[in-house]
């Protein structure tokens, strides 16, 4: 697992969980939390799904929110790199959605690893960096987390590798 903070949901099947996604594999890994009335799942993976493939860094959810977001900025390949992976926290035995954040942020040559969803304060918008090189544009881009469209792109010349935006 990648030694970030993960994230935190209700799992339909298993209540509260913690989840981490990992550099190495395409895993994501929920392990329960709840020892008073989950205590079988208490400290204990109970579902591992499959991610786009390895090299994640983070995952994001919010307590108003029913998406899981799972990076891959570290893939070798620059289609997943370039995505990311939303899973649906009330079903997560469907298939994750794929939503291309650098192509929608319209950079033109670069890397584009799109890299650390974070929510807004309200909930209702993530923002994902997209990396590129020194001498390469990079930027913000704003989702919608109730339709998971697009809603903003923040580029700036003086955007160079953004990270750390909390609210």
Same mark, same amino acid.
């Given at each position: 697992?990648?030694?970030?903070?993960?994230?935190?949901? $209700?799992?339909?099947?298993?209540?509260?969980?913690?989840?981490? @996604?990992?550099?190495?594999?395409?895993?994501?890994? !929920?392990?329960?939390?709840?020892?008073?009335?989950?205590?079988?799942?208490?400290?204990?993976?109970?579902?591992?799904?499959?991610?786009?493939?390895?090299? @994640?860094?983070?995952?994001?959810?919010?307590?108003? @929110?029913?998406?899981?977001?799972?990076?891959?900025? !570290?893939?070798?390949?620059?289609?997943?790199?370039?995505?990311?992976?939303?899973?649906?926290?009330?079903? !997560?035995?469907?298939?994750?959605?794929?939503?291309?954040?650098? %192509?929608?942020?319209?950079?033109? %040559?670069?890397?584009?690893?799109?890299?650390?969803? %974070?929510?807004?304060?309200?909930?209702?918008?993530?923002?994902?960096?997209?990396?590129?090189?020194?001498?390469?544009?990079?930027?913000?881009?704003?989702?919608?987390?109730? $339709? !998971?469209?697009?809603?903003?792109?923040?580029?700036?010349?003086?955007?160079?590798?953004?990270?750390?935006?909390?609210?």
């Amino acid at each position: 697992p990648h030694p970030g903070r993960g994230a935190n949901f $209700t799992d339909p099947q298993n209540g509260p969980v913690w989840v981490t @996604s990992a550099l190495g594999n395409d895993k994501i890994t !929920l392990i329960g939390t709840d020892p008073e009335k989950h205590a079988a799942n208490a400290w204990k993976v109970v579902r591992v799904m499959k991610g786009q493939g390895g090299g @994640s860094l983070f995952v994001k959810t919010h307590p108003k @929110s029913k998406h899981l977001y799972v990076d891959t900025p !570290l893939n070798p390949d620059a289609k997943i790199a370039q995505s990311v992976a939303v899973f649906d926290t009330t079903n !997560l035995d469907a298939p994750y959605q794929v939503l291309p954040i650098a %192509e929608w942020a319209n950079l033109g %040559e670069g890397p584009k690893r799109v890299v650390q969803p %974070e929510y807004n304060a309200a909930g209702d918008e993530v923002w994902f960096s997209v990396w590129n090189g020194k001498e390469q544009k990079s930027a913000l881009v704003i989702v919608d987390d109730k $339709t !998971l469209k697009l809603k903003a792109v923040i580029d700036d010349p003086r955007i160079v590798t953004p990270t750390g935006k909390f609210n």
